[in-house]
Protein backbone atom coordinates (compact mmCIF):
# COMPACT_ATOMS: atom_id res chain seq x y z
CA UNK A 1 0.00 0.00 0.00
CA UNK A 2 1.35 3.43 -0.90
CA UNK A 3 1.46 6.44 1.79
CA UNK A 4 -0.86 9.37 0.35
CA UNK A 5 0.14 12.33 -0.72
CA UNK A 6 -3.05 14.40 0.68
CA UNK A 7 -2.50 15.44 3.61
CA UNK A 8 -6.93 14.51 4.14
CA UNK A 9 -6.25 11.40 2.54
CA UNK A 10 -3.24 10.68 5.48
CA UNK A 11 -5.59 11.99 7.94
CA UNK A 12 -8.23 9.30 6.82
CA UNK A 13 -5.83 6.49 6.57
CA UNK A 14 -4.41 7.41 10.29
CA UNK A 15 -7.81 7.12 11.45
CA UNK A 16 -9.13 3.98 9.50
CA UNK A 17 -5.66 2.11 10.77
CA UNK A 18 -6.88 3.29 14.67
CA UNK A 19 -10.23 1.79 14.09
CA UNK A 20 -8.87 -1.48 12.29
CA UNK A 21 -6.67 -1.73 15.54
CA UNK A 22 -8.90 -1.07 18.09
CA UNK A 23 -11.65 -3.50 16.39
CA UNK A 24 -11.06 -5.41 13.50
CA UNK A 25 -14.80 -5.66 12.49
CA UNK A 26 -14.66 -1.47 12.06
CA UNK A 27 -13.23 -2.29 8.70
CA UNK A 28 -16.38 -3.00 7.24
CA UNK A 29 -18.12 -0.47 9.40
CA UNK A 30 -20.93 2.09 7.27
CA UNK A 31 -22.94 5.15 8.42
CA UNK A 32 -25.60 3.42 6.88
CA UNK A 33 -24.92 0.96 9.36
CA UNK A 34 -24.78 3.42 12.03
CA UNK A 35 -27.91 4.68 11.31
CA UNK A 36 -29.83 1.51 12.71
CA UNK A 37 -28.42 1.75 15.89
CA UNK A 38 -30.07 5.15 16.50
CA UNK A 39 -34.02 4.38 17.03
CA UNK A 40 -36.08 7.51 16.41
CA UNK A 41 -36.98 8.43 19.84
CA UNK A 42 -40.45 8.71 20.75
CA UNK A 43 -42.53 12.18 20.06
CA UNK A 44 -42.77 12.67 23.87
CA UNK A 45 -39.22 11.45 24.82
CA UNK A 46 -38.01 14.49 22.28
CA UNK A 47 -40.17 17.25 23.30
CA UNK A 48 -39.19 16.56 27.13
CA UNK A 49 -35.51 16.72 25.80
CA UNK A 50 -35.53 19.06 23.36
CA UNK A 51 -38.39 21.11 23.29
CA UNK A 52 -41.17 22.62 26.20
CA UNK A 53 -40.25 20.05 28.42
CA UNK A 54 -37.25 21.58 29.63
CA UNK A 55 -38.70 25.32 28.41
CA UNK A 56 -41.87 25.75 28.20
CA UNK A 57 -41.27 29.26 26.91
CA UNK A 58 -38.86 27.93 23.95
CA UNK A 59 -39.01 26.55 20.87
CA UNK A 60 -40.94 22.73 20.94
CA UNK A 61 -38.66 19.77 19.47
CA UNK A 62 -40.62 19.80 15.73
CA UNK A 63 -39.55 23.19 15.42
CA UNK A 64 -35.85 23.10 16.44
CA UNK A 65 -35.66 19.42 14.20
CA UNK A 66 -36.68 21.69 11.19
CA UNK A 67 -34.03 24.09 11.61
CA UNK A 68 -31.36 21.28 12.23
CA UNK A 69 -32.68 20.23 8.82
CA UNK A 70 -32.19 23.44 7.52
CA UNK A 71 -29.03 24.01 8.89
CA UNK A 72 -27.63 20.55 7.39
CA UNK A 73 -28.88 21.36 4.27
CA UNK A 74 -27.32 24.62 3.80
CA UNK A 75 -23.91 22.81 4.54
CA UNK A 76 -24.64 20.90 1.35
CA UNK A 77 -26.63 18.03 2.58
CA UNK A 78 -22.91 15.87 3.25
CA UNK A 79 -24.15 14.56 6.65
CA UNK A 80 -26.54 11.86 4.66
CA UNK A 81 -26.78 9.73 7.51
CA UNK A 82 -28.13 13.02 9.96
CA UNK A 83 -30.49 14.05 7.62
CA UNK A 84 -31.98 11.01 7.11
CA UNK A 85 -32.21 10.79 10.94
CA UNK A 86 -33.29 14.64 11.61
CA UNK A 87 -35.97 14.11 8.92
CA UNK A 88 -37.47 10.44 10.66
CA UNK A 89 -37.22 12.51 13.78
CA UNK A 90 -39.07 15.69 12.42
CA UNK A 91 -41.97 13.71 11.16
CA UNK A 92 -41.99 11.48 14.51
CA UNK A 93 -42.39 15.28 16.50
CA UNK A 94 -45.02 16.31 13.93
CA UNK A 95 -43.61 17.75 11.13
CA UNK A 96 -45.36 17.13 7.69
CA UNK A 97 -44.02 15.94 4.77
CA UNK A 98 -44.91 19.59 3.14
CA UNK A 99 -43.29 21.21 6.08
CA UNK A 100 -39.72 19.31 5.54
CA UNK A 101 -40.22 19.65 2.01
CA UNK A 102 -40.75 23.48 2.15
CA UNK A 103 -37.93 23.73 5.09
CA UNK A 104 -35.32 22.28 2.24
CA UNK A 105 -36.17 24.27 -0.66
CA UNK A 106 -35.86 27.36 1.83
CA UNK A 107 -32.74 26.25 2.97
CA UNK A 108 -31.77 25.79 -1.12
CA UNK A 109 -32.21 29.56 -1.27
CA UNK A 110 -29.25 30.14 0.69
CA UNK A 111 -27.39 26.56 0.18
CA UNK A 112 -28.00 26.48 -3.26
CA UNK A 113 -30.26 23.43 -5.56
CA UNK A 114 -27.76 20.86 -5.33
CA UNK A 115 -27.62 20.92 -1.49
CA UNK A 116 -31.55 21.02 -2.21
CA UNK A 117 -31.57 18.58 -4.48
CA UNK A 118 -29.85 16.29 -2.38
CA UNK A 119 -31.90 16.70 0.81
CA UNK A 120 -35.21 16.21 -0.66
CA UNK A 121 -33.61 12.99 -2.35
CA UNK A 122 -32.28 11.89 1.77
CA UNK A 123 -35.26 12.94 2.92
CA UNK A 124 -37.75 10.68 0.27
CA UNK A 125 -35.15 8.20 1.60
CA UNK A 126 -35.97 8.10 4.97
CA UNK A 127 -39.74 9.07 4.62
CA UNK A 128 -39.96 6.40 2.13
CA UNK A 129 -38.42 3.60 4.70
CA UNK A 130 -40.52 4.72 7.49
CA UNK A 131 -43.29 4.01 5.12
CA UNK A 132 -42.60 0.60 4.23
CA UNK A 133 -41.60 -0.34 8.04
Given at each position: MTTPTNPFEAMMKAGQDWAKAMNPALESFSPAGFEKLWPTMPK???ETVM????????LDAKTRLLMTLMGLTIMGAQAEAQVRMTVRHAAEAGATKQEIAETIAQAGL?????AMGKAMELANEAL??????
Open positions: EMMGKGLNPEGFGGMPDEDASE
